[in-house]
């Protein structure tokens, strides 16, 4: 039997791409699923497409905690923070895309912790999943934004490790640099270049997550070389630096 039979599991932005695939895999797992997306269209879809394991719970990630809780019979074992927002464009992009981004891809987060935390410390058990991206660990050229909250995402996971795992919170980062999803598409030309080459598909993401969560890994890297240039960030910055610069250069003469 699955460690995850019987869980109670959110996942937000869970209409397509990673999420979708979260969806379908902890369902899959035994675990009883809300699937959450900003389009109740798409939610509904793929909680249909799984069955009577799954419920759509439509909205807003960052205010779903406690409708979600209820649809589950309320309790949240595992949440998986997926919901994202690939937001271009550079540091004079407009204060309202910094903005979204910001609510999107941090705060969205602390509300959910915000609210999960006392259940899951009072039992001494649970589970925060946060699809950050390698953009997260490392930048992403032409993208400000979402590479600067991004690493305010994985911020907050590491804090979040760092200040609970005595108490039986899990906390878990993922980390993949190009994934086959509409986001891809949305990164345009930057996207061609630097993610395409090497993306995957969602589900391999979601099969080197369960991998770290039966290892108890914090950190899970989908693309296995984002390790070498995370280490080669922290230890020759302006070499590594100089590297990016170069594909910025790129990107710009395409």
Same mark, same amino acid.
């Given at each position: ?83 994202? =927002?690939?937001?271009?464009?550079? @540091?004079?992009?407009? *204060? #309202? !895309?910094?903005? +979204?981004?910001? %609510? ?88 061609? =270049?630097?993610?395409?080459?090497? @993306?995957?598909?969602? *589900? #391999? !993401?979601?099969? +080197?997550?369960? %991998? ?43």
């Amino acid at each position: 039997m699955s460690e995850y039979q019987d869980q109670r599991v959110v996942v937000t932005g869970a209409g397509g791409g990673i999420g979708a695939a979260l969806a379908r895999r902890f369902a899959a797992e035994g675990a009883t699923v809300v699937v959450n997306d900003l389009d109740p269209a798409k939610a509904a879809s793929v909680a249909g497409g799984i069955g009577a394991r799954a419920i759509a719970v439509p909205g807003d990630a960052s205010a779903i905690v406690a409708q979600a809780r209820e649809a589950l019979g309320g309790t949240v074992d595992i949440y998986c923070a997926n919901a994202g =927002l690939a937001s271009g464009g550079d @540091a004079f992009a407009d *204060e #309202a !895309v910094w903005e +979204a981004a910001w %609510d999107t891809n941090v705060m969205a987060h602390v509300r959910a912790a915000r609210l999960l935390l006392p259940d899951w410390l009072e039992r001494g058990d649970g589970r925060f999943v946060s699809t950050v991206s390698a953009a997260g660990l490392l930048t992403m050229i032409g993208a400000a934004p979402y590479s600067v909250t991004k690493h305010g995402a994985l911020a907050f996971a590491e804090w979040l490790s760092l200040t609970y795992r005595h108490r039986g919170v899990q906390v878990h980062a993922i980390c993949p640099q190009g994934v086959r999803t509409d986001m891809l598409t949305a990164a345009g030309s930057a996207g061609e =270049l630097v993610l395409a080459p090497t @993306a995957i598909e969602p *589900e #391999a !993401v979601v099969d +080197a997550l369960f %991998d770290g969560m039966e290892k108890g890994r914090f950190l899970i890297l989908p693309h296995p070389e984002v390790a070498d240039f995370y280490a080669a960030r922290a230890t020759e910055p302006d070499r590594w630096l100089s590297g990016m610069n170069h594909l910025q250069q790129k990107w710009e003469a395409r």
